[in-house]
């Protein structure tokens, strides 16, 4: 493809290069309005579930101090857990990845602080984490 390239077209380009004026800066415009989150991450691997529960609580209330928007809660698929060979337990309720946004959820104190939990992630039997949006603080 040879293709000519035309006086105007050439004239502008010189132009082009030799203008001192400044070019807008079309991603800073996109980066303004797009909305940012102070984020944190919590890893409850290993955790029993009333030690994950526990943990959650205080780690919800140091973020809804420290101003964080947006909790990454790192739980795990559920796949090697025992629980699940035990007909005793729920196969759901026993898995942290389930019984962690369920005990959020039932604690009324968190979730004045909460404005969504990603339960969509929580029943993706192919994710291994969810993500908490906070409330900003008053």
């Known amino acids: 493809m040879n293709k000519k390239i ?9 132009d082009f290069l030799n203008s001192t004026d400044k070019l807008e800066n079309k991603d800073q415009k996109n980066s303004s ?3 940012r989150y102070i984020e944190k991450s919590i890893d409850l691997h290993g955790y029993t579930l009333e030690e994950a529960n ?3 609580t205080s780690f919800i209330e140091e973020c809804f101090l420290d101003g964080v928007n947006k909790i990454n809660v790192i739980t795990g698929k559920g796949l ?3 629980n699940l060979n035990d007909p005793y337990q729920s196969n759901n309720l026993s898995i942290l990845k389930h019984s962690v946004p369920h005990f959020i959820k039932s ?3 968190l979730m ?3 404005v969504s939990i990603d339960f969509e ?10 993500d908490i949006f906070l409330r900003k603080k008053r």
């Not at 992630?121 to 969810?130: D, L, Q």
């Open 6 to 14: 035309s006086e105007k077209d050439k004239k502008d380009w010189q």
């Open 54 to 56: 526990q943990k959650m």
């Open 121 to 130: 992630a929580v029943e993706n039997p192919s994710v291994g984490n969810f």
């Open 112 to 114: 004045k602080k909460i």
């Open 107 to 109: 604690n009324d104190q």
């Open 80 to 82: 090697r857990s025992k």
């Open 33 to 35: 309005t797009s909305k």
